[in-house]
């Protein structure tokens, strides 16, 4: 088993989810409205960030994707605080200086509070393009001389269904009937499109060779029955959550590579009852549903393990969607997240094993891979719920943020010092 030169292994996290004390963040806000567990000091990264510098290097990882806080930069609108961004840029240097490549997050599902006292229906309404198109700038400013590689949007479609179609993130909007007015027709990809655009154009200009994409949350999907009216809906689900946004970036030639983040495969059943005359049967909607009502309409769930999240472990499903990613795009697909919640620490050695295994396949087969990305280095704060353990390294809370290395960890190590060649 071998993947190719300058393959790339590391980690991901997200700054809302590690760092701590994002306040006048709007997720800061929402829980309070809520009453969700608040993320408060998180694992007290903004402080202990040295801390995870050698957690990577014990992991021998030579790639750290984190991402900047909108609100910690742009506390107020055109108010930016040059410290923070001197804190960012002292990170992404000392992770070079440490050969390890910083892949930098503008936007992982939290924003400013400000954004949503000003415009309370958020990007339903003009005005965040330009907002997110000047943190950017500002950013890319900061950062450009220590960091190359750029996600614009982590999971754009996650973030935009959760916000604005079933008010599970903030603003909290609930417009999952109307989902192709709201989303498709002019509506809110398109906004995401040209606010990437823009940011790529800002990118690209200030860093010629930059590379810069989306991190596309992507699932294996498979027809609930073997009917055409199933396999049409799978089609449906797929154009609409994993490919439409895909389509735009590359029509106007603003994808260097597919960010691929990676979970898990659900099953799709035609139903007139759902939007598009889909029913994507995600393990969320079983929850919301109810099991008793989830299987009167239909749904369906997979028969093999979960992780702690109720999410199917389904390895080969990520060298299927590798695969296909490259040959519809041709483009190089990164793995920009792959892992699971496993508090136990009794399944991530297997998961990290056969996940791997199966990028090797479509590398095999051809597929131009640019690297393996871990969600997550260390346990986070899981949007609203501190349960869920992605992390390869530990975090004690009560025993001042200590990280200790995790079920996983030393396979990884040894992964990323063979370039995957110990798995052969």
Same mark, same amino acid.
């Given at each position: 088993m071998a993947f190719p030169k300058g393959f790339l292994w590391g980690c991901a996290s997200s700054a809302y989810q590690v760092e701590g004390g994002n306040l006048r963040s709007n997720w800061a806000a929402w829980e309070r409205r809520k009453g969700l567990a608040p +993320?408060?000091?998180a694992a007290?990264?903004?402080?202990?960030?040295?801390?995870?510098?050698? +957690?990577?290097?014990?992991?021998?990882?030579?790639?750290?994707? =984190?991402?900047?806080?909108?609100?910690?930069?742009?506390?107020?609108? @055109?108010?930016?605080?040059?410290?923070?961004?001197?804190?960012?840029?002292?990170?992404?240097?000392?992770? &070079?200086q440490a050969g390890i490549r910083p892949i930098v997050t503008l936007h992982h599902f939290s924003e400013p509070a400000w954004l949503y006292e000003r415009r309370p229906k958020g990007w339903l309404e003009d005005g965040p393009e330009e907002d997110f198109t000047r943190f950017v700038d500002r950013v890319v400013l900061a950062l450009r001389g220590e960091v190359d590689d750029w996600i614009t949007f982590n999971e754009p479609?996650?973030?935009?269904?959760?916000?604005? @179609?079933?008010?599970? =993130?903030?603003?909290?909007?609930?417009? *999952? *009937?109307?989902?192709?007015r709201n989303f498709i027709k002019n509506g809110l990809i398109d906004r995401v499109a040209r606010a990437h655009r823009a940011a790529y154009l800002l990118i690209r200009g200030a *860093?010629?060779?930059?590379?810069?994409?989306?991190?596309?949350?992507?699932v294996d999907l498979e027809p609930a029955r073997p009917r055409v009216s199933d396999l049409e809906a799978t089609q449906a689900w797929d154009r609409f959550m994993h490919r439409h946004l895909l389509d735009l970036l590359k029509s106007s030639k603003t994808l260097d590579f597919i960010g691929l983040n990676y979970y898990t495969r659900?099953?799709?059943?035609?139903?007139?009852? =759902?939007?598009?005359?889909?029913?994507?049967?995600? &393990?969320e909607l079983e929850v919301l549903l109810g099991r008793p009502l989830f299987r009167l309409l239909g749904g369906r769930r997979g028969g093999r393990p979960e992780t702690d999240m109720g999410w199917e472990i389904v390895p080969e499903g990520l060298g299927r969607v590798a695969l296909s990613l490259w040959r519809?795009?041709?483009?190089?697909?990164?793995?920009?997240?792959?892992?699971?919640a496993d508090a136990a620490g009794d399944r991530r050695e297997a998961f990290?094993?056969?996940?791997?295994?199966?990028?090797?396949?479509?590398?095999?087969?051809?597929?131009?891979l640019m690297g393996y990305l871990h969600w997550s280095l260390i346990d986070n704060y899981e949007w609203g719920d501190w349960g869920p353990r992605f992390g390869l390294f530990s975090v004690d809370r009560e025993r001042g943020f200590r990280r200790d290395p995790a079920a996983g960890s030393k396979l990884f190590a040894e992964l990323a010092a063979s370039n995957g060649a110990c798995l052969s």
């Open positions: +993320c408060g000091a007290n990264s903004w402080d202990l960030w040295r801390e995870d510098l050698a +957690c990577l290097k014990a992991l021998n990882a030579n790639a750290y994707r =984190f991402s900047v806080e909108w609100s910690r930069v742009e506390p107020h609108p @055109g108010e930016f605080d040059q410290a923070a961004l001197d804190r960012y840029t002292e990170m992404a240097r000392a992770l &070079r479609m996650v973030w935009l269904l959760s916000a604005y @179609g079933l008010g599970r =993130f903030p603003p909290g909007l609930h417009r *999952i *009937i109307s989902l192709e *860093i010629p060779k930059a590379r810069v994409a989306i991190a596309q949350n992507v659900i099953f799709v059943r035609g139903s007139r009852l =759902f939007p598009l005359g889909t029913m994507p049967c995600y &393990r519809a795009y041709g483009l190089p697909v990164f793995v920009t997240e792959n892992g699971l990290l094993r056969e996940h791997v295994a199966a990028l090797a396949g479509a590398a095999a087969q051809g597929a131009e």
